[in-house]
Structures are given as structure tokens and as C-alpha cells.
């Protein structure tokens, strides 16, 4: 049958395991808890064409955060154990093309940045960081034909750990010059 309403599920020992939502056996809102009752995941699902997904530890720090849109992982964040921020990476609702992607270390600075500065282009801005905080490489990419890769393009710079520029190189969509 079609679950209607709110349905829970316990434990062996006594304590909630989860606690949804239902409408004609679709999960509209529902969340499962670790043994310790801390949230482990909270879901949030309005109607057909969205859904987030809310991930914990089990000390209740956040651990993942994913939108989705018409099934689709539009946005996803990711967390350390410290709740520094690990991993972000935003798409375009039809999944065609990154937005965004961005890494941390675990020291909580940048390590690499991807962001798109010309949606017709599908052109990107990439820099790459030493777990210092200071920029190792920087330069524009380009989403390749297939949408499977992405190919520098223009001068990239690099630097030294210091900060300091250690060279400049030219590329032609992928070749070296």
C-alpha cells in the first residue's frame, strides 16, 4: 500500500531511527538518527523537481549538503570533521556545465578554485593554491567539445611557494607553445 503520513522506525533498543513524512508513498520530509539521537540525514523533498539532502557526524557538525533539481545534484557541499569547509561545487540546473568548484585542505585554506566567467565560452578561471594559502598556478580553462574535460587556454602564470612568479606559459586551447 501507499504510505500516507507521518511513519517512524525505532531501534532494536527502543530509540528512533527514522521519522518521515509520506504522500501516497512519496517521502515529502523525513530525517534518521544515529543511535546517540543526533541527526544523521535530513531530506527535504517539496515536489518533483527539488530535493536536499542534509548529511551529519555523529556529533551533529555538518558533513554533506546536496541540492538536487529534476533529479540532478545541483549543488554539493562537503565538510571536515572541524566543519571547515572541503568541497563545493555548484552546476547548471541541466547538469551541462560546472559553475563552481572549490577544494580546501584541511588547514581550512583554498586549494583549488574553479569558476566560470563566461557562460557563453564555457570559460573558466582556475587557480591552485599550496596548502600555505599562497597561489601555486593560475589561468583560464575551457570546457571542451564533449563537455568531458577542461583545456587551459591563454597564459597561465605559476609561482614559487613564496609568492613569488616563477614562470609564464602560453597555451593554445591545450597545446604549449
Known amino acids: 500500500y501507499n ?58 557538525k555538518q558533513k554533506k549538503q546536496v541540492s538536487y533539481y529534476n533529479g540532478l545534484p545541483q549543488k554539493k557541499y562537503e565538510y571536515y570533521r572541524n ?40 570559460r573558466y578561471h582556475q587557480k591552485i593554491f599550496y596548502p600555505s594559502g599562497q597561489v601555486r598556478e593560475e589561468g583560464a580553462l575551457v570546457l571542451s567539445e564533449d563537455g568531458k574535460s577542461y583545456i587551459r587556454d591563454g597564459v597561465w602564470e605559476f609561482y614559487d611557494s613564496g609568492g613569488k612568479k616563477s614562470r609564464s606559459e602560453k597555451y593554445n586551447k591545450g597545446q604549449s607553445k
Not at 541541466?94 to 569558476?115: F, P, T
Request: glycine share 8%; net charge negative; with cysteine.
Open 3 to 60: 504510505m500516507q503520513g507521518w511513519n517512524e522506525n525505532y531501534y532494536t533498543n527502543g530509540k528512533l531511527l527514522h521519522r518521515g513524512y509520506y504522500v501516497d508513498g512519496k517521502v515529502v520530509v523525513f530525517k534518521n538518527f544515529y543511535e546517540n539521537g543526533q541527526c544523521e540525514r535530513n531530506v527535504v523533498n517539496p515536489d518533483p523537481m527539488r530535493c536536499n539532502i542534509d548529511i551529519y557526524f555523529e556529533d551533529g
Open 83 to 122: 566543519g571547515l569547509p572541503k568541497y563545493a561545487e555548484e552546476n547548471e540546473k541541466e547538469m551541462q556545465y560546472l559553475r563552481l568548484k572549490k577544494s580546501w585542505y584541511s588547514n581550512g585554506q583554498i586549494e583549488n578554485s574553479l569558476e566560470l566567467t563566461d557562460t557563453k565560452n564555457k
